[in-house]
DNA sequence: CCACAGCGATAGGATTTCCTTATGCCCCTG
DNA sequence: CAGGGGCATAAGGAAATCCTATCGCTGTGG
C-alpha cells in the first residue's frame, strides 16, 4: 500500500524545523545553501500540501502556529529516521578501507546499528565506520579472518574461537495479524498449538528459526513451516496480509506492534531468549575507535516492551533498567 | 544543522517497498499509478543517492540485495513516521465537523497521538478524528463545552467535573547535553543542586514546569527559570546547543537519549511521575466512535525506558506490562 | 513622530527534473 | 527453440524549482 498523494517532501520539513530552530525564514534559507524566496516557496508549498498554516509570519518574524509545532515536531521523527538511514548507508558505501570495521546480522544491522553509528559520530566525527552483513557465522567468519574489527551476531552461545560479550538481550515474540483469531485470544498459545501451526520463516539460516526450533526441541515438538521468505520486510508484509503467525525479534516487531500493525501473542511454557553479542578477535587489541564503538554498544537502551497493558496503571514504575537509578 | 545533500526522496523509498514486497518493479509501478520506466529511473536514482546496489536485476525479477534489505527496512521508518505526520496532518485539517473530535495537550498531540490515529484508520477506516490541540485547561475547557468528545491532559490530578480514565503513566526526566559535566556524573543530581541551576522551560503554562515546581516545593526549594521557550523542539535545540539542562517528558527524550543527542540524569529524592488521562463530559454517553478511539489509547504501550543498562545483562527479563503475560 | 533596518512576499526568466510512450535486450519457461 | 514477462534505454515534452531583483510590512531607535 503505498503512501497516499500528495506527500510532504524531507528538504521541506527539513527546511521547517531550521526556521523553527533559528527564528527566521532567511536564516534557514541561508544555513541549507538556497536563497531566501526559494525557501519562502517550499514553506508555502508544504502548508498547501498538508493544508495546514504553519508558520505565523504576521509579526515580522515567521513563529510557529500551534499545528506548525506539532508538524515540527512529527517531521523531526522523519527526519532522525532519514539520518539512520543515511547513516547506515554511509556505512554500508564504506566496505573498504576504514578506520572501524563492523559485520552485523541483519537484525542488529537493520535495528541497531543505525543508532550507534549516529552516537559515534557524534562522539568522533572523524572515523570513518564500514558495515558489512550477513548471517551469524558469515559474521563470526569474516572476524574471525581479520576481515571486519568487530562483529554482532545474536544466538543462545557464544561462537566459539573468539572474545565475546553481551550487549543486549534480545526476545523472539510470535505475531500475527490483527485481523487473525489469535490476536484476540486472552490465553496464551500453548507450545503444542504453535507446533502444528504454519509458521512463515525466513529461508537463510537465520537465528529466528534456530531459537524457535531449540525452544520446541526440548518437548519434543517441531515447528510447522507454512511460507519461507527472504527478508523481514517481506515476513511482517506476508503476516500483515494475513499469512499466518510468524516469529520475529522484538526488536523488529517494536514500531509495527505500537501502531497496531501486529499483534503478539503469549505462549506458554517456552522461552525465546537470545543474546546480541559483540564478537572480536581474542589475541589482538582493539583498535581504540573500535573499543569506542563498543562502548556505545554496551550502552543500548533495550527497546520498548511489546506487550500491551490491559489495565490503567502500570505495576512497579517506569521500566527503567538497573544502571542509573533514578533515585526516587 | 539540516539534513546533508543528497537527500533519498521519500516517494523513491516507498517505491522500493513496494517492490520488495511485491517482487518487481513493473507491479510497483502499477500500485504507485506511474509507468514502469519512471519507476525503473527512480530506483536507479535512489541506488545513486545512496550509492549503493539495493537490487539485484540480474535474474529477471528484482531481487534485493543484502543493502536493499536494509534500506528497505531503514526506509520503512522513515514512511511510518511520515505515515505519523500525514495522519496528524490530517486530523488536524479537519478542525470541524467529523466523528470523533479529540482535544489533546501539544505533549500528547505530538508523540501519542499520530500512533492512535493510526490504530484507529486500521481498525474503523470510515471515522474521521479530528483533532485540536491546546494546554490542559483549555483541552478541558473545551471538552466541557462540548466542543470536543473526548480530550486527553496531563497533570498529577484529574481536572474536576470531567469523567476521567489514566490512560498512561508519564514522568519527566532532567536532560543535559553530552557535552554537559552532568551527563557523565555517576551520583544523582541532588534536589538543591538542581534549583539553584538555571533550568530551560516552557513559556506557557504547559504542566512540565507545574510538575517541577510541585517536586520541589515540598522541599523548601524553587525553580531557577533560566531560558523560557516556546516549544518543545526549540527547548530540545537549545540543549543540545550546550544551554542548559532542562526537564522534559520521556515521551519527548526517547528517540533523542536513544541515539544519544540528550543525555538523561538522575534526580535523588525527586518524583516526577504525573499521568495522562482522557476525560469526557460525565453526562453524556460517549459515542461509539469515541470509545474505540479511548480503548486505543488505554491500549498504549508504555514507551521505551531513558536510563540506559550499564551491565551487559538486564536483571528481570524483559520489561512487559502485566496484561497478557508471554507466560514462560 | 519619523526614519531605518530586518524580514517576508511577489515577479519574471532560465535551468533542471521528471514523466510518458516507444522500443530493444535478456532471462526463464514450456 | 520459440514465447512471454520484465527491465533498461531513448527522445520529447510538461512541470517544478531556483535565482535575482524589487516591493510592502513590522518593529525599533532617535
Known sequence: MPLPEPVPDLVSLDLLDSVIRLGSIRRAAAAHGISQPAASMR?????????????????????????????????????????????GAEALRHQGRTQVRIAASMTVAEYLVPG????????TP?????????????????????????????????????????????????????????????????AAELARTPIVVRERGSGTREVLEAALGPLGLAVTVGVELGSTTAIKTAIEAGAGPSVLSTLAVGTDAAEGRLVPVAVAGLSFDRDIRAVWMPDRRLPEAAREFLAIA???????????????????????????????
Chains 1, 2 share one sequence.
Open 43 to 87: 514553506l508555502r508549498s508544504l502548508e498547501r500540501v498538508l493544508g495546514l498554516d504553519l508558520l505565523d509570519r504576521s509579526s515580522g518574524r515567521a513563529r510557529p502556529t500551534l499545528a506548525g509545532e506539532a508538524v515540527t515536531e512529527w517531521g523531526r521523527q522523519v527526519l532522525d529516521a532519514t539520518r539512520d538511514l543515511m547513516v
Open 126 to 190: 572523524d572515523v570513518a565506520v564500514s558495515l558489512q552483513m550477513g548471517n551469524s557465522e558469515q559474521v563470526a567468519e569474516s572476524v574471525a579472518a581479520g576481515a571486519n574489527d568487530l562483529g554482532f551476531v545474536e544466538g543462545r552461545t557464544a561462537p566459539a574461537g573468539l572474545e565475546s560479550l553481551v550487549v543486549l538481550e534480545d526476545e523472539l515474540v510470535l505475531v500475527v495479524a490483527p485481523s487473525h483469531p489469535w490476536a484476540r485470544r486472552r490465553r496464551p498459545i500453548t
Open 116 to 123: 550507534w553509528l549516529q552516537r559515534m559520530a557524534a562522539s
Open 298 to 328: 554496551e550502552g543500548t537502551t533495550p527497546g520498548a516492551p511489546v506487550f500491551s497493558r490491559r489495565g490503567p496503571r502500570r505495576p512497579g514504575g517506569a521500566p527503567e533498567g538497573p544502571g542509573r537509578p533514578p533515585g526516587r
